[in-house]
């Protein structure tokens, strides 16, 4: 629109330069146009504009405000971070003694579990040790009765003479008719 202006002005005088002086209408329609122009611009492209710069400003006051906020937690994520790292020490003393606890408690408990099973381990060993004992006396007998046994029967027969063999069997018979 200036561009236009600025061409209109130098042609006009140009022409006047080369000729008399303008007429009213070569004078007019220009300042018509021109005010046409200028009314046209404050009516819709003024608020226009004034509407976007206003959109954009509030766009910008949001950002900055946001930024700000988003700035604090930040800083206060900072801080608790930096609260947190001052206090790391105490909180890793307190886990390991806390661990420490928890390894000598179950240190006690499975040191107390392990002697109830070697208690338990003994007892079942000396029953065990018992009961071999008495199977193996049980078969010394067993053994013994039948060595005697065997050893008796040849004594018998070898020294056994017909009446003596005649005289255990009246015996026998009289302790039987005893029992009834």
Request: glycine share 2%; aromatic share 6%.
């Amino acid at each position: 629109m200036l561009m236009e202006l600025f061409t209109l002005a130098q042609a006009w005088a140009a022409e006047e330069a080369a000729h008399e002086a303008p007429s009213i209408s070569e004078l007019l329609f220009p300042l018509l146009n021109f005010l046409l122009y200028v009314y046209l611009i404050k009516r819709l492209v003024i608020p226009a504009v004034r509407d976007f710069l206003r959109a954009r400003r509030q766009q910008v006051v949001t950002a900055i405000e946001g930024a700000a906020e988003s700035k604090r937690k930040a800083e206060a994520m900072v801080k608790d971070y930096q609260g947190r790292l001052v206090r790391l020490p105490q909180e890793i003393q307190a886990i390991e003694l806390s661990f420490r606890t928890e390894g000598e408690r179950e240190k006690t408990k499975l040191l107390e579990e392990g002697a109830r099973l070697v208690g338990k381990i003994n007892e079942d060993a000396a029953f065990l040790a018992q009961q071999e004992v008495k199977v193996a006396r049980q078969k010394i007998r067993e053994e013994m009765a039948d060595r005697a046994e065997t050893a008796a029967k040849v004594l018998i027969q070898r020294n056994l003479s017909p009446a003596d063999q005649s005289h255990l069997v009246a015996d026998f018979i009289q302790n039987m008719e005893q029992v009834r």
